[in-house]
């Protein structure tokens, strides 16, 4: 059973100043999922999670993170901006982009941040750009088909990130002899992961390779970032990952691996993204139509430009009708939103109770990749998101568009100032 962190009391009294639909994050939540990672990996002196802003590029969430111990990994030019604003800098910021624009490794740099190589062609663009700092990371894509247990896998092969084995070997050489003096080596090769053996699976890879390429090169190599993938049970049949568990799996590969190659200082980072905060978030929407020709459909006022994710990937969202928890699921739905497109439904033949006009449905699961996925297809404005805060009240951390912000880009005529 998934339960939702606010009840039907709480939204009652929320969407009498905001209406729906809404993203709702759940600060209690994020902050003791934070401090759990933290003394999961408390083992490694080093140890430091970037949050990756993509998920959630909102200045309160990582701010909250940042006071968690937490910094930013950023892959954009706004990213950057982002972690500036919140006052993250120098070694808090990870930049693990690819296909980098220019003028975007200059601003990393300005900021201190560390730099991520994405391939080894991008060694001479750095260095014209605006020079090699002294530490230096470096992207790793072993290729082939990467399988973790029950049956999770993806194709590192078919993926456009990283180096090969000795692309990565050349890079840390030159890298070397233009100045680089100490490295770190990243790899993502699998994502949103539901298992404890992802993480120390891909720690034995990279560190078996950060002993190879010290072997091989000489370099100095201080960190090792195990970037993002854990992640979360978005079906409630589904077992969640136990972080301590997988913590103690790096642990020992650590142990076994980079410890007796004389690598015990290393540190390790993460870029987790989706586990720090997907389930600290719903989406709240009221049920605003009912519909039935072949199928049953439920129309909210929501919709996949809200949260692109079923419609993109098929993905699974629970779904909670607030006040019906214990009523029996003997409904089928197709749950929709009002997009001129037919992938715009949240729920396909979903088993739910009864839904009357006016019910609010909590759309579980959207605090990663939920909002941040968002779009103006058909004139779709942008919602806002709110802070249930520690103490029970709420803080809008997000006003929702207007359609000023949707014309903000125009000058067609008088009629878009206004
Ligand atoms: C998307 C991304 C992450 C976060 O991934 P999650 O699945 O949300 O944990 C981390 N690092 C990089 C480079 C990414 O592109």
Redesign the pocket.
Same mark, same amino acid.
């Given at each position: 059973m998934k339960k939702p962190f606010v009840t039907l009391e709480q939204l009652k009294e929320i969407t009498k100043t905001y209406p729906t639909p809404f993203h709702i994050y759940d600060e209690k939540g994020i902050r003791e999922n934070a401090r759990l990672l933290k003394k999961a990996f408390s083992w490694n002196p080093g140890f430091k999670e @970037?949050f990756?802003v993509?998920?959630e590029p909102n200045p309160y969430i990582m701010k909250i993170l940042k006071e968690e111990g937490c910094g930013a990994?950023c *892959?954009s030019l706004t990213e950057l901006m982002l972690s500036e604003a919140v006052g993250l800098t120098g070694s808090e910021i990870m930049f693990? *982009? &690819?296909d980098t624009p220019a003028g975007e490794y200059t601003k990393a740099r300005q900021l201190g941040a560390y730099i &991520?190589l994405d391939d080894y062609t991008m060694i001479d663009f750095l260095e014209q750009e605006c020079g090699i700092p002294e530490t230096i990371c470096c992207?790793y894509n072993p290729g082939g088909v990467y399988t973790v247990s029950n049956g999770i896998m993806d194709n590192p092969g078919d993926a456009k @990130?990283g180096m090969t084995k000795d692309q990565i070997t050349d890079a840390f050489r030159r890298l070397m002899q233009l100045g680089a003096r100490r490295f770190g080596i !990243?790899s #993502?090769l699998v *994502? &949103?992961t539901v298992t404890n053996d992802y993480y120390p699976m891909l720690a034995r890879t990279l560190f078996t390779l950060a002993v190879e390429l010290k072997e091989k090169t000489g370099a100095d190599i201080t960190f090792i970032n195990l *970037?993002?993938?854990?992640?979360i049970p978005y079906h409630p049949d589904q077992k969640p990952n136990d972080i301590m568990v997988i913590g103690e799996g790096v642990r020992k590969a650590y142990e076994e691996i980079l410890v007796p190659a004389g690598l015990g200082n290393t540190a390790i980072f993460t870029?987790?993204?989706? #586990?720090?905060l /997907?389930p600290y978030g719903h989406l709240v929407t009221t049920a605003i139509h009912e519909k039935h020709i072949y199928k049953e459909y439920i129309g909210v006022d929501a919709c996949a430009a809200n949260l692109m994710r079923p419609a993109m990937y098929g993905a699974y969202h629970h779904i909670t009708v607030m006040g019906k928890e214990d009523m029996p699921c003997d409904h089928m739905y197709d749950v929709t939103g009002s997009l001129c497109e037919n992938n715009d439904k949240f729920a396909i033949d979903r088993m739910l109770p009864k839904i009357d006009m006016g019910d609010l449905l909590v759309i579980h699961d959207t605090g /990663? !990749?939920g909002f941040a996925m968002g779009y103006n297809y058909n004139g779709k404005l942008r919602s806002a998101e709110l802070l249930l805060k520690e103490d029970g009240s709420v803080q809008m951390i997000r006003r929702a568009e207007t359609p000023g912000d949707y014309f903000a880009t125009l000058d067609f005529s008088e009629f878009f100032k206004k």
């Open positions: @970037y990756a993509k998920a990994d *892959s693990s *982009s &690819n &991520n992207r @990130y !990243h #993502f *994502s &949103n *970037s993002g993938g854990v992640g870029e987790l993204g989706r #586990f720090m /997907a /990663a !990749h």
